[in-house]
């Protein structure tokens, strides 16, 4: 995969080794970052395939402008240095932070719209601010979740634990060992809530103000240009907005089929007690 990335980096070097913006052709080839294992949004099968329901939906809005998109995988941080630094021409952001003016990126609207929620046990009480702040709470590090519970609950008991694959938090969660985990609605019903273990938990809308929420909201689930991508981000936006603007990311559901996630607890080494 390496290999083939830097494969990539090279051809696009080739092409826009001045920072300059291509003009845009029919059938031209776009490479956008996506991030390793955010399923459902996106992932990569046994083939290096890129699928998700994000994967879906950017490849139809490609199809409706009449490019050919290919997708480079990595992490995020190393995707916003290459987006900044010409190496690629987009990059899709999941629940992430990014500030345009300070990254020189460009952001459409949302591919779908975010809704964060609280994932726990049936056994225990109703989510609220009082229940939460004697809580362990699980969260995707470096998400936009995360530095807002950083930010709203600084003064608090609350205890977050951060998680670089949050399918590691479902099983911590099943064991036990976090009380609540902050997540997607679309992140629930597919990894957890149709599988054998969804029967046991049950998701609370998070009480987020309304300003704060539509802050989420509008950084999450978009594509980051670079600054001198305007044609092609215009397009984007342009076609976003003419394609369900507003539908909520489980909407995509139906069009993507993810493996069980308790395959993989199942699997999973169990620690003593």
Do not use: W
């Amino acid at each position: 995969m390496k290999s083939t990335a830097t494969f990539i980096f090279i051809m696009i070097f080739s092409l826009i080794g001045n920072g300059q913006a291509s003009p845009l052709e029919e059938n031209q080839v776009v490479y956008i970052g996506v991030e390793k294992s955010r399923a459902p949004y996106s992932s990569y099968d046994e083939k290096q395939q890129a699928h998700g329901i994000l994967i879906t939906r950017i490849n139809a809005l490609c199809k409706s402008i009449k490019i050919r998109c290919e997708f480079v995988e990595e992490n995020f941080d190393q995707l916003l240095y290459d987006v900044k630094n010409f190496r690629l021409r987009s990059i899709v952001t999941i629940d992430r932070l990014i500030l345009p003016e300070i990254d020189k990126v460009k952001l459409t609207p949302p591919l779908c719209q975010f809704r964060p929620i609280l994932i726990e046990s049936k056994n225990r009480t109703k989510t609220d601010k009082n229940n939460l702040k004697v809580s362990t709470v699980g969260v995707l590090k470096g998400s936009l979740l995360y530095y807002y519970f950083l930010d709203e609950y600084r003064e608090s008991g609350i205890e977050l634990r951060p998680y670089s694959l949050l399918e590691n938090a479902i099983f911590d969660l099943a064991n036990q060992r976090i009380d609540k985990l902050l997540a997607s609605q679309v992140f629930f019903i597919e990894r957890l809530k149709n599988t054998p273990l969804g029967k046991n938990y049950v998701a609370s809308s998070l009480d987020i103000p309304s300003t704060d929420a539509t802050e989420l909201t509008n950084a999450s689930m978009s594509l980051a240009f670079r600054e001198k991508d305007r044609e092609l981000q215009e397009l984007f936006t342009k076609h976003i907005r003419e394609n369900s603007p507003s539908s909520d990311c489980s909407s995509l559901l139906p069009h993507y089929t993810q493996p069980d996630v308790s395959a993989l607890l199942d699997n999973e080494p169990r620690q003593k007690d």
